[in-house]
């Protein structure tokens, strides 16, 4: 029903940067919030940025300065700018989305996840 195709990890250099995106398709009705999170090896996923339904933008303090999280909404697409890149930002980057999905009869909330895509940083 949706899917969150996310695209534009790799392997950089400290001090690199990287641009991530995470495009949204299937049966959406409507976009609550849309964001990124990451999970490095041995740790618990934590949120990176991310646009609130408020749409408000929220960083952790980790990425503030750095990192820059952007959005077409006519592409249901969100961005996540990673400039600066430290060792320490090595992880699996995971899109996620809290909208609204059409269905019949009734639509609903939920909340969904993209595949991950790897960024590694290091010399």
């Known amino acids: 029903q949706v899917q969150l195709v996310e695209s534009g990890g790799g392997l950089v250099q400290p001090g690199g940067s990287l641009r991530l995106s995470c495009a949204a398709s299937g049966s959406i009705f409507s976009i609550n919030g849309m964001g990124w999170y990451r999970q490095a090896p041995g740790k618990s996923r934590e949120l990176v940025a991310a646009f609130t339904s408020g749409g408000r933008t929220n960083y952790a303090d980790s990425v503030k300065g750095r990192f820059t999280i952007s959005r077409n909404n006519a592409k249901n697409t969100v961005y996540l700018q990673m400039n600066s890149l430290k060792p320490e930002d090595t992880a699996v980057y995971y899109c996620?989305?809290?909208?609204?999905?059409?269905?019949?009869?009734?639509?609903?909330?939920?909340?969904?996840w993209g595949q991950g895509t790897q960024v590694n940083v290091s010399s």
């Open positions: 996620n989305a809290d909208l609204v999905v059409a269905d019949t009869p009734y639509n609903y909330e939920s909340a969904f």
